[in-house]
């Protein structure tokens, strides 16, 4: 997976609007809140920031 840091930084869980963290062993991007914690996939290299795709850990 190859997602640069400044993209990192400004991309956020369109559900609660937290920070995103990458996951590169599974190619996912994780909600950092808590509350929330939902997993984004990430296909072909580009994050699919759905709340209908996310899963729920």
Same mark, same amino acid.
């Given at each position: 997976?190859?997602? +640069?840091?400044?993209? %990192? =930084?400004?991309?956020? /869980? &369109?559900? /609660?609007?937290? !920070?995103? $963290?990458? =996951? !590169?062993?599974?190619?996912?991007?994780?909600?950092?809140?808590?509350? /929330?914690?939902? @997993?984004? &996939?990430? $296909? +072909? +290299?580009? !994050? @699919?920031l %759905?709340?209908? =795709?996310? $899963?729920? &850990?």
């Amino acid at each position: 997976m190859k997602i +640069d840091d400044w993209l %990192l =930084e400004i991309l956020a /869980c &369109p559900a /609660c609007k937290s !920070p995103l $963290r990458a =996951e !590169p062993e599974s190619e996912e991007l994780v909600c950092t809140s808590s509350a /929330c914690g939902l @997993v984004y &996939p990430v $296909r +072909d +290299d580009i !994050p @699919v920031l %759905l709340v209908d =795709e996310a $899963r729920k &850990p």
